[in-house]
């Protein structure tokens, strides 16, 4: 009987050896690698899908082919779009998905998951939603290392040296399915020849149900994420003068407690930066001080406004739930999902400035 067993498992791990050891062996220059695809809307039940696959030329310039079809299901897209090209379509190098904002109004999951089930498709693809249709971003020949690359390099700076808070397919459908967690994207726009980031789309269940101006993400990224970078400009209260002030380290810390049987929610956010430009004659000790009591302010007043948001749209981006979840021993899951749009949140923001790198 234990040798039957043995057989039965060498067999199956020779079978499953054979079916999906084996990873298919394509010379580069005989096929077309997918860098970005866009889906639309379309009619009926359907959608239309365009890939983008960059063209090298002898002369080391890049231009840009695409192809747009549609199809009900969209795993289908590329199959379909095969058709109109003369090499194989292969989505290993895909670096970036986008979708059309309407379309993710309507709702965006099962796409996002075609994609995931999509062996070939890295886990950090970026993901976006467009203003406006994504054919006619993907058709246009942006940046000078082909489309799909310079929409890549957008995300990746404004994730990594800016405000734009982490957004790749792993993230998006780890927030999806977590709970206490709502995921986000990037939203952009096509602005004569460049793209521009213009704010964050938030999703329910999979549907994009609002979004986060650009001129508050700085304050969002600092309740999601503990990072640097990022530059934020105010006007000192009462007077024409700017002071510019650039994020070296931001912390957060969420707090969830039970306050006579009634859960109440404190996020500290930590801030330290440097004064990087003031337009007044110079930043003394106590405008410096002035700068600091007023940044705090500020990052209180609009983060508690976006909380506010939040819990009126019944979404958790910041993750509150799955906080509570981890730090609120017995923690009634359901009952906390019922009263979280009355939950009491409060921001304090402790900020900390350094008085170099000033111009004037």
Do not use: C
């Not at 067993?5 to 096929?31: H, N, S």
């Amino acid at each position: 009987m234990k040798k039957i067993f043995i057989g039965i498992v060498l067999t199956a791990f020779t079978v499953v050896t054979i079916v999906y050891g084996k990873v298919p062996e394509e010379i580069i220059d005989e096929v077309n690698i997918v860098a970005a695809v866009g889906f639309d809307r379309a009619e009926g039940q359907k959608i239309s899908g365009t890939a983008v696959i960059p063209v090298f030329h002898s002369d080391k310039s890049i231009d840009n082919a695409s192809f747009t079809d549609e199809s009900v299901l969209a795993k289908e897209i590329i199959n379909v779009l095969q058709k109109q090209s003369a090499d194989p379509l292969v989505t290993g190098g895909l670096r970036v998905a986008i979708y059309e904002d309407e379309l993710a109004k309507n709702g965006i999951l099962r796409y996002v998951d075609a994609l995931q089930r999509d062996a070939s498709v890295g886990a950090k693809v970026y993901l976006g939603i467009i203003e406006g249709k994504t054919r006619e971003v993907l058709e246009k020949d942006l940046g000078n290392r082909g489309t799909g690359e310079y929409l890549s390099v957008i995300l990746e700076h404004n994730i990594t040296k800016q405000d734009v808070p982490k957004s790749d397919l792993h993230t998006f459908l780890y927030s999806h399915y977590m709970e206490g967690l709502d995921p986000y994207l990037p939203t952009l726009k096509l602005i004569g020849d460049k793209m521009e980031i213009t704010g964050l789309a938030l999703f329910d269940n999979g549907t994009m149900v609002s979004k986060i101006e650009e001129e508050n993400l700085f304050f969002f990224k600092a309740m999601v994420e503990n990072y640097g970078e990022g530059s934020y400009t105010l006007r000192l209260k009462d007077t024409d003068e700017y002071a510019s002030v650039k994020r070296i380290k931001t912390k957060r810390k969420i707090k969830v407690e039970e306050v006579h049987g009634s859960p109440k929610v404190n996020i500290t956010i930590k801030f330290e930066g440097i004064l990087s430009e003031f337009s007044g004659k110079k930043a003394t000790p106590e405008i410096t001080k002035q700068i600091i009591t007023q940044l705090e302010s500020i990052i209180k007043e609009k983060s508690e406004e976006m909380l506010k948001h939040f819990q009126e749209k019944n979404i958790d981006p910041v993750g509150i739930g799955y906080m509570a979840r981890h730090s609120v021993r017995g923690l009634n899951f359901e009952k906390w999902q019922l009263d979280y749009p009355n939950i009491e949140i409060a921001v304090h923001a402790k900020v900390k400035l350094i008085e170099t790198g000033i111009t004037q």
